[in-house]
């Protein structure tokens, strides 16, 4: 079989490097920002694993059902260690674990195989954790805590990456059914968001420090 790639797998090749670079890396990183290059991974694994099922045009949402969910609940760990102990917020980051998994639990079991429901799980997994990646960069902000670059890197990416992503998944049904062209054009919102998620972790472990 030929293999295609086109405008949406663009973000791959930049996740790449930043799994490559944080395997590289993974001694040097606190025992906080490990599970951070774990997220990456999943991402370049589910990158991988739905580029090979598109090809052989298999549905894809199984990959993305059973991963994303992993990736939201790791993000959320670690915000949830980052932050101070004595802070009543890291407490927000557990409620949000347990929300992703029950979502994702409810979601499947009501409607399995993959359908417009876990779509819009999906979407709201996304959406929580970008609110929450944002409530993460204000506390550690807020409690002037000296965390590395990465951790802030890692917050900052995840709030911009999944808040547009949410924006243009939460939009692309609609979109779809009114022109398919305009929701190929919306979905690349998603794609250019990816790159710079990767972005910005690459620039992190490159330059890492403490702040």
């Known amino acids: 079989m030929d293999f295609t790639l ?12 930043a799994a490559l670079l944080f395997a590289k890396n ?6 906080v920002e490990k599970p951070i290059a774990i997220v990456i991974w999943l991402n370049l694994i589910c ?17 993305y059902n059973f991963l994303l969910p992993i990736e939201r609940v790791i993000s959320l760990f670690v915000y949830f260690t980052a932050v101070s102990q004595k802070s009543r917020i890291r407490w927000l980051f557990l409620f ?7 979502i994702r639990i409810g979601s499947t079991i009501l409607e399995n195989p993959p359908t417009e429901l876990q779509y819009a799980a999906n979407t709201l997994e996304g959406l ?10 204000r506390t550690i902000i807020a409690e002037k805590a000296r965390v590395s670059l990465i951790l ?16 243009a998944m939460s939009a692309l049904p609609l979109a779809g059914s009114i022109d398919k062209a305009y929701a190929n054009a919306l979905y690349s919102i998603n794609t250019v968001a990816y790159i710079f998620w990767s972005i910005i972790l690459i620039t ?3 330059w890492k420090k403490r702040i």
Request: a negative charge; glycine letters at 6%.
């Open 152 to 167: 802030l890197a890692f917050g900052l990416a995840n709030f911009f990456y999944l808040t547009l992503m949410a924006t």
């Open 6 to 17: 086109n405008f949406t797998d663009a973000g791959t090749p930049f996740c790449l490097i």
């Open 96 to 102: 949000g674990m347990v929300s992703v998994v029950l």
């Open 26 to 31: 993974y001694e040097q990183l606190s025992k």
């Open 128 to 137: 929580m954790t970008a609110i929450l990646s944002y409530v993460f960069i």
């Open 47 to 63: 990158d991988i694993v739905c580029f090979f099922l598109s090809e052989y045009e298999v549905e894809t949402g199984l990959a």
């Open 204 to 206: 992190a472990i490159l």
